[in-house]
């Protein structure tokens, strides 16, 4: 299967997929990176890997459809199965979950339901949570609101800062987001995850 990853930043996750590809652990082709940010890290990484990447911003179009009908003819172009989104900062719309339906993930740096949205490790420090942690989910119109795959998490201690924090949650997101992947892509599901992370 060929996917493309969609990100918007520093694209610590989107290297974690591709150094997975790259050691033959996860079983895709990387197709394309799609970045709405043309300063990004992300793309940086995309050219050092030699992988494409679809650069936009979204002031140039005059909607979201368009936008999302131009990276569409990218996807196509580039034969996409599957998209992975990896801090990437928009809601995805209509035209690109007509053309992807179950077939969008995101991840997720808190324990969704809770702490959705921009800068979940800092709600979850402002909220003094006990808990946080990892989710990984199917992508729908809401902001982080589609079927949960799966969430890993992580205690809080009581002198937790948000470096610290957000470096456990990385370590996390990037074990998590490859596992999963391979298990999507080759068996189309998680259902045997406990079983798989067992052994
Ligand atoms: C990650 O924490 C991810 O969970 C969230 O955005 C962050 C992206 O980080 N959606 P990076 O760009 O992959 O380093």
């Known amino acids: ?6 990100a918007s930043g520093n694209g610590s996750n989107f290297q974690a997929v591709v150094d997975v590809v790259k050691s033959g652990e996860l079983e895709t082709e990387i197709s394309l990176l799609v970045c709405d940010k043309p300063g990004a890290y992300a793309v940086d990484r995309a050219n050092a890997a030699k992988i494409p990447s679809f650069i936009f911003q979204a ?37 690109l979950l007509g053309a992807y339906q ?7 740096p808190s324990l969704l339901p809770a702490f959705p949205g921009k800068d979940a490790i800092g709600q979850a420090l402002a909220a003094k949570a006990m808990w946080s942690g990892v989710t990984i989910h199917y992508v729908d119109e809401g902001m982080d609101t589609g079927p949960i795959i799966i969430q890993e998490r992580v205690r809080l201690e009581e002198n937790e800062t948000r470096d610290s924090l957000q470096k456990k949650i990385q370590q996390i997101e990037h074990k998590l ?7 999507l892509l080759t068996q189309g599901d998680v259902i045997n995850v406990t079983k798989a992370r067992a052994n």
């Open 1 to 6: 299967k060929k996917i493309a990853v969609f």
């Open 59 to 95: 002031k140039d179009y005059t909607s979201k459809e368009a936008y999302e009908q131009a990276i569409l003819t990218e996807l196509k172009r580039y034969d996409v199965d599957f998209i992975v989104l990896a801090g990437y900062m928009r809601l995805i719309g209509s035209t």
């Open 102 to 108: 179950g077939r969008i993930v995101n991840i997720h």
């Open 177 to 183: 987001y490859p596992e999963i992947l391979q298990m």
